[in-house]
Every structure is written in C-alpha cells, then in structure tokens.
Nanobody, 124 residues
Framework: QVQLVESGGGLVQAGGSLRLSCAAS????????MGWFRQAPGKEREFVAA???????YYADSVKGRFTISRDNAKNTVYLQMNSLKPEDTAVYYC??????????????????WGQGTQVTVSS
C-alpha cells in the first residue's frame, strides 16, 4: 500500500505561483508512474501532468509552459510547480500513483493510489 498526502494548495491571485507537494509513504515510489490530476466543481477529474520511472514527463495542453512536475526519489515526494496561474486552474488537485511499466497514463481510473487532494483557488 502507498499513502499519498498532498500539500501546498491555497488562494493566489491570477499570475501567481504555487508549489504542490505529494509525500508518499508505505512504499518507495521510485518505480511508479506518478500523476497530478485536478477536479473543478461540476467537472470530471482531469489529467494535469505525469512523470514516469525514467523521468519522462507529460503535460496536459492547458498547463504546458506554466506547470512543472518533478520528483525527488530520495524524499519519496513528487512536486507540481504552478506558475502564471489562471482562474480556470481553480480546482482540487490530486496526486496519484500507478503500478506498472507504462510510460504514460492520462486516465484517472487506471491509477492505483490517490491522495486526499488539496484546494487551489486562483482569484481574478
């Protein structure tokens, strides 16, 4: 079992930045595909970014050039640096881990472990 705990959310003005952290415990996440997802009120949970065991990175088009995903295997932690935030980025952000050898997976239903989420609110 892997436990994931997100932190770093909050209220920020448009154009601002936040860094989300996802601390894992229970098992090392070195060999997991790690993803960030978000869910706004009344909307489906959507893919934001992922980083695989080899360090390859994938982003949703809506966040490319603004968000950066990274992982620190020594700390068993994944990060999401969010810059140039927009009101439409407002959502609950979730960290997720996927067992397996896939290089990339954008569908939330295919992830095995989830954190509880952290709220990000961007004011205009």
């Amino acid at each position: 079992q892997v436990q994931l705990v997100e932190s770093g959310g909050g209220l920020v003005q448009a154009g601002g930045s936040l860094r989300l952290s996802c601390a894992a415990s229970g098992r090392t996440i070195t060999n997991y595909l790690m993803g960030w997802f978000r869910q706004a009120p009344g909307k489906e949970r959507e893919f934001v970014a992922a980083i695989n065991r080899s360090g390859s990175i994938y982003y949703a088009d809506s966040v490319k050039g603004r968000f950066t995903i990274s992982r620190d295997n020594a700390k068993n932690t994944v990060y999401l640096q969010m810059n140039s935030l927009k009101p439409e980025d407002t959502a609950v952000y979730y960290c997720a881990a996927k067992v397996g050898r896939e290089f990339y997976e954008p569908l939330p239903g295919n992830y095995n472990y989830w954190g509880q989420g952290t709220q990000v609110t961007v004011s205009s």
